[in-house]
């Protein structure tokens, strides 16, 4: 099934999501930056370098999003930044300085900049910053206050799925279309990395059916790089995969996270993919006329016919021949015609052979 009625949702002056643009490709960084702002740029340079054409980062206010009892946990994992999960997270996070200078920087080297906006304070922040979407993460995708007061900043919005079930879906698709339709819902399992049998790809299906006026995206944690190309050939306009500079670095998401030469592969596969999808158009094409020329068949005379004679099919043939005649296909257009003149055993039958 074809989306050929879906509005394209503009995202920058020259990037766009939409049925006749090329799938629109997040390099998720998250916080696999490590803390680190100057990793966080070579990854943002990594991404442009391997053909992104987005980097997304994590944007959250602490107090807002966890509760004080869940900040003060202590946090005994060998991936951990700090004894409590609230030391952890104010590791990773950020400063709002710091979120401009990311942004600079990726202007700078010429690649969209945006994250996750994962409580209200963030959402805000980035509306702020005018980035050119807003991601909404798996983790959110139940979270309707965030979501409407997403949706009202009229910024585009990009949700993953991940974590609830189809009624749930359809109440996100819902909560946004009563404040806009310019968003983009996102095939997501929400497990690192994701099992093959648990991965779903038809999901894909499902949404594009029932969300016919929407594009529709997909955001992988698998590993390898197959299943995601996959994804686009069911239809995502929007990939989205994280991206590390190390899969043995500290931290939950490297591991199914992409390294830069296979970021740098998707990329390929998937603009290679795209070029072969072609249009829905069954056309014949201009590398097949080699073999027109040579394996073609053509209507030839099986008997010898004397001009005047009706052409009935027990008079003709299918062959590959020289000259090259009326194509085996339009044999319609000879039986029951009358032949214009003699034409001997073998003999391609032209146009001119018939009346």
């Known amino acids: 099934m074809m989306q050929t009625t879906v509005p394209d949702l503009i995202i920058s002056a020259d990037k766009v999501i939409g049925t006749s643009h090329p799938c629109f490709i997040i390099a998720e960084i998250g916080q696999n930056h490590q803390g680190d702002i ?3 740029k ?20 602490l107090q807002s999003k966890f509760t004080q009892s869940a900040l003060n946990r202590p946090y005994d994992s060998p991936h951990a ?9 104010e590791f990773l996070e950020f400063t709002a300085d710091q979120y401009y200078a990311l942004q600079e920087f990726a202007k700078e080297i010429g690649i969209l900049f945006t994250a996750s906006g994962m409580d209200i304070e963030s959402v805000d922040f980035l509306a702020n910053m005018k980035v050119p979407f807003i991601k909404i ?17 009229h910024l585009p919005l990009i949700i993953s799925t991940g974590m609830q079930d189809y009624d749930l879906v359809k109440k996100i ?41 929407i594009h529709i995206g997909y955001s992988g944690h ?10 686009v050939a069911l239809g995502a306009k929007v990939l989205e995969r994280h991206l590390t500079l190390d899969k043995t670095w500290k931290g939950n998401d490297h591991q199914s996270s992409l390294d830069p030469t296979e970021f740098q592969q998707l990329v390929s596969n998937v603009r290679h993919l795209e070029r072969a999808l072609g249009t829905p158009s069954k056309q014949i094409q201009g590398s097949e006329q080699a073999c027109i ?5 053509s209507i030839v005379a099986s008997k010898p016919i004397n001009k005047g004679e009706i052409i009935t099919p027990e008079k003709i043939a299918i062959k590959v ?24 055993v073998d003999e391609p039958i032209i146009i001119s052979t018939v009346l």
């Open 222 to 231: 698998e590993l390898g790089i197959t299943i995601s190309t996959a994804a």
């Open 173 to 213: 698709y819902q909560c946004v279309k009563s404040v806009h339709s310019n968003f983009v819902l996102m095939h997501c399992v929400s497990s690192y990395p994701t099992p093959v049998e648990d991965v779903n790809l038809r999901v894909l299906e499902l949404y594009r059916r029932d969300f016919p006026d």
């Open 38 to 40: 100057e990793i966080a």
């Open 81 to 89: 930044w700090g004894k409590t999960y609230g030391q952890h997270k």
């Open 137 to 153: 993460g798996s983790g959110d995708a139940d979270n309707f206050p965030l979501i409407k007061r997403a949706a009202r900043t």
């Open 321 to 344: 021949s020289e000259p090259r005649g009326i194509r085996a296909g339009e044999i319609e257009t000879v039986i029951g015609k009358i032949a214009e003149q003699d034409v001997d």
């Open 293 to 297: 020329y040579k394996l073609s068949k």
């Open 42 to 61: 070579k990854l943002i340079q990594k991404a442009k370098i391997c053909g992104a054409d987005c980097v997304k980062f994590q944007k959250s206010h």
